[in-house]
């Protein structure tokens, strides 16, 4: 499959050679010419092929239709057979959900009374060759083999648009299925209506991971509807409009329109049909100017960072890191600036765009930050998204889908992102607002902190998880210290500092793991095996193992070292971790411990910080090189290109900031760590219209260590540069060598880290 994959794509780059760009410079060209849309699409990526602006509303993209946990996106590469193209997808998630609106062109007449009871049972399949599909940022095209159509999509902000290219003399049809669902998703009410020659519209209500999701849409064709069926529940109906559960239609379209294209464009709204038809605006069905615009806006996306380096499928990784890290959060208000809550109240979003699927566990590590140095602007919206949902539920996201609190995973990981915002200099929203929401989420009880309250740490026998949870609140409350010392608040600032110690509480010096605690405050969890997985039931650790969750302390990585006894006894301890076995135990065994470098598990979030802890123990050579490992071994230009969950960006953005040299270690200080650069130079454009760049003297895939540094010609001996600094603009200049320089960056944890 990958040789077969490497050709396809090799081939694909030669025809691209070949064909003059359309409207967009040479430079600008040759960034969306790096992207591959199929890299994450295969293994645990769990990515999407199909079509989408950077953040936009809509993703149309192919769905096979499966139910399975590789399927999550609705597509895996290993799969040939398409069901359909829907307008709502997931780009890299754990759960699956969404996949709504499907529409599926056909060249006969279907039976859709009969009820599926599964794939092989839908009569309007069709199979498909990799051979004949391809995927660039804002397009996607493949040949269906069974109806002998050519679909290709693209889509604007919040409008898809499609073209299909019908055999000559073929009869043209296309379905539309409003109960087709996959994964979690379930439908449970649904309407078509045909409201002109031109034009259906409808609803359809869902739930699912998603519990109250609710798809309002509109589409028009190209041409004139000559007949259509509208199927609810079984039943067939000629004319009306129709409500039920399960609603498809099926169109068939004047047999007198000679063109062998028809071309479609839809537009959705959480709110209402009135919304979406505003939201797909007037216009006509100028699918190759959509197609453009997409790419301007793609081309534009990309070029906040410009890497230079002779090794091609570095820029491939990057590239496409960058462009799937800007596929999420979504676009969520209509034009007019409404948007669905999920206690299915109205919200205006009033100077911001609303956002959602918000994957906070995963970004706040790196997607989020990232996002701090590309689009601030963006940053401040999804602030103000987040305070909107807080005016719901009086707590603060955990990680929202479609406007829905699915309380997905752990902590309340909100809370840094604002708190980074603001200590980055972003505005845009009421940073007093937003203090309050965030004291009101860590004061409340629910998610265990009733236990965290009480205890100062979550004992083992009162929730499962509990070591990961009391980590993540103790971090959560360092960041509220944070913010309560930049606004004055002394009192909060002192009380919310001392919560964050809660990590001391689980520290096991004879073992030298984050272990469960008993009530008592004494005794551990027993028996103990460091290795052992289960998967979120019974277990202290939240998708892994003590291995993987005992290092998560970033807010005190010094205060963290002492605990184990010093720079020696920790650095010993953290490099056992990338040398130990990758034997994991259990009979539960998560499914997302992936991407092993001994124990390390770059697959799920939580590991993502550690290579860069040797920085505060005065090793940050061993930084460097694990550093470079984990971008060695854990990414590719194959569709299993991803080693897990791409997790709505947060796998690709730690890429996209490593690569140069740059990682938010822990993201609220305001501080990256310095890794280790892999371009020989990377140009990093600035909001603010200025530039920062790092340049890797003599770097290579074996000079990746750094011999020496400096920042705008003067002596840079640090391993933290500030954003304040990186706001500024200048030169980062590394010479990187093939041993390493274990002078180099000492004691830099003890200095300053604003570098001003």
């Avoid at 073209?163 to 009410?189: C, M, P, R």
């Amino acid at each position: 499959m990958k040789q077969l994959y490497l050709s396809v794509f090799c081939a694909i780059i030669i025809v691209s050679c070949n064909t003059k760009p359309e409207i967009i410079s040479n430079k600008k060209a040759e960034l969306i010419s790096y992207v591959d849309p199929f890299i994450g699409t295969g293994g645990h990526g769990h990515t999407y092929p199909g079509a989408t602006v950077p953040f936009g509303m809509l993703q149309v993209s192919p769905v096979n239709g499966i139910s399975a946990w590789d399927w999550c996106s609705g597509y895996h590469y290993s799969d040939s057979i398409i069901v359909g193209f829907s307008h709502l997808n997931l780009s890299g998630t754990g759960i699956g959900d969404l996949a709504d609106i499907l529409f599926m062109p056909t060249n006969k007449a279907i039976d859709l009374t009969i009820n599926p009871i599964s794939r092989d049972s839908l009569l309007y399949k069709s199979t498909f060759s990799h051979k004949n599909e391809k995927a660039s940022p804002g397009y996607y095209q493949v040949f269906l083999e069974d109806p002998k159509v050519n679909v290709e999509l693209t889509t604007s902000k919040r409008t898809a648009h499609h073209k299909y290219t019908f055999q000559e003399g073929d009869e043209q049809s296309v379905i539309v299925n409003l109960g087709f669902a996959i994964n979690w998703d379930q439908a449970v009410a649904s309407s078509i209506k045909v409201e002109d020659r031109y034009t259906i519209s409808g609803y359809r209500y869902s739930k699912g991971w998603a519990h109250n999701q609710k798809v309002y849409f509109v589409a028009k064709f190209s041409k004139p509807i000559a007949d259509y069926k509208i199927y609810v529940d079984g039943e067939v109906f000629e004319e009306g409009e129709t409500e039920g559960v399960k609603s498809s239609v099926q169109l068939f379209f004047d047999p007198n329109e000679k063109s062998a294209q028809l071309f479609a464009k839809v537009a959705l709204s959480s709110v209402s049909i009135d919304n979406a038809k505003e939201n797909l605006g007037v216009g006509g069905f100028d699918f190759d100017k959509t197609k453009t615009e997409a790419e301007d806006l793609w081309n534009t996306a990309l070029s906040s960072f410009e890497v230079e380096t002779p090794v091609d499928s570095l820029k491939t990784i990057f590239y496409t890191a960058m462009y799937h890290a800007q596929v999420a959060p979504v676009t969520f208000s209509d034009k007019n600036g409404q948007f669905r809550m999920e206690n299915d109240s109205i919200v205006t979003a009033k100077d911001y765009t609303a956002y959602s699927t918000l994957s906070l566990w995963d970004t706040f590590r790196a997607e989020h930050p990232l996002l701090t140095i590309i689009a601030p602007d963006r940053v401040s919206d999804m602030v103000n998204s987040m305070l909107a949902y807080f005016e719901v539920r009086s707590i603060l996201p955990v990680w929202t889908l479609y406007g829905n609190e699915t309380n997905t995973m752990t902590g309340y990981h909100s809370i840094p992102v604002i708190v980074e915002a603001y200590k980055k200099g972003i505005r845009g929203f009421d940073v007093e607002k937003a203090y309050e929401a965030m004291k009101t989420t860590m004061m409340q009880d629910e998610r265990g902190l009733d236990h965290y309250k009480k205890y100062g740490y979550i004992p083992y026998s009162l929730l499962d998880e509990s070591v990961t949870i009391t980590l993540e609140y103790a971090y959560d409350d360092w960041c509220v210290a944070e913010m309560a010392k930049l606004l004055g608040k002394e009192e909060d600032y002192k009380f919310f500092l001392n919560r964050s110690k809660a990590y001391q509480y689980l520290f096991d010096n004879e073992t030298g793991f984050m272990r469960g605690k008993s009530v008592d405050g004494k005794s551990w969890n027993e028996p103990f095996d460091p290795k052992h997985s289960n998967h979120r039931e019974q277990t202290d650790y939240t998708e892994g193992n003590a291995w993987q969750h005992s290092w998560f302390v970033p807010q005190d990585v010094e205060g963290f070292i002492n605990l184990h006894g010093g720079n020696d006894v920790f650095t010993k301890r953290l490099e056992q971790l990338f040398v130990e076995s990758s034997e994991i135990t259990g009979d539960n065994i998560s499914v997302d411990i992936t991407g092993l470098i001994g124990q390390y598990a770059h697959g799920n979030e939580p590991s993502h910080h550690i290579a860069y802890m040797f920085n505060h123990a005065n090793e940050p050579w061993r930084t460097q090189y694990w550093a470079r490992q984990i971008m060695d071994t854990q990414y590719s230009t194959t569709p299993n290109g991803l080693s897990g969950n791409e997790d709505c960006g947060q796998m690709s953005a730690w890429y996209v900031l490593s690569s140069v040299g740059l990682y938010p270690m822990n993201p609220a200080s305001g501080d990256y760590e310095i890794g280790t650069p892999i371009f020989e130079k990377s140009t990093i454009n600035l909001p603010n219209k200025k530039t920062f760049i790092i340049e890797a003297e003599n770097v290579s895939d074996k000079n990746f260590y750094i011999q020496s540094a400096t920042l705008n010609g003067e002596t840079f001996n640090k391993t933290t540069l500030s954003h304040e600094t990186l706001l500024k603009g200048g030169i980062l200049h590394f010479v990187m060598g093939d041993q390493p320089n274990k002078n180099w960056g000492i004691n830099s944890s003890a200095q300053s880290t604003s570098n001003n």
